[in-house]
């Protein structure tokens, strides 16, 4: 039986066919790679991307998803944002906060129909729900996470030494 991801990437497949190029599931804390084309993985290596920042960022489309939807009249669906190279898709499925985002090639002839897109996401998210991803378990930290954990690290190395120093204060 395949993983609910593996699913997940069917559909993109099937939708974007060789022009995919990479899909990402994520939640507010983590995120897991479903699929990223060679090339691409190899661009991501040979440009330093921060995978965990660029993901970290496509988590605002929480905020701007219950943002939309409290100043429109209308419930927000998705977002396409163009790029030189290609075309990202971003939509949130299930009753938790999952996003899912991918890219395709830029398409020389027809636009991407990014609706029909968007509409078998939310037919296979409504099918499965988001808890089949859990996305808690073995995926990779997110930077606010990282940064958290240095933080909580430095804040306990600092309480160490303040108390240390006031224990060498009182026993001289």
Not at 7 to 19: K, P
Not at 21 to 43: I, P
Not at 94 to 114: K, N, T, W
Request: hydrophobic share 30%; glycine share 8%.
């Amino acid at each position: 039986m395949e993983r609910p991801s593996e699913q997940l990437l069917s559909v993109f497949r099937e939708f974007g066919g060789e022009a995919l190029r990479d899909v990402w599931v994520f939640d507010e804390r983590t995120f897991e790679k479903v699929f990223v084309r060679s090339d691409v993985e190899e661009a991501i290596e040979e440009g330093g991307l921060d995978v965990e920042r660029f993901v970290d960022n496509e988590r605002y489309g929480f905020i701007t998803q219950q943002t939309y939807e409290s100043l429109y009249y209308a419930d927000y669906s998705y977002t396409v944002r163009g790029f030189s190279t290609f075309e990202q898709f971003r939509t949130f499925f299930g009753e938790g906060p999952i996003g899912v985002f991918a890219s395709f090639d830029l398409d020389d002839g027809d636009c991407y129909d990014y609706q029909t897109l968007n509409e078998s996401v939310q037919s296979f998210g409504g099918e499965l729900g988001s808890e089949a991803f859990g996305l808690g378990e073995n995926t990779e930290k997110t930077l606010a996470d990282a940064e958290s954990d240095t933080r909580e690290s430095e804040t306990e190395t600092d309480a160490e030494e303040d108390a240390e120093e006031m224990d060498s204060v009182k026993n001289p």
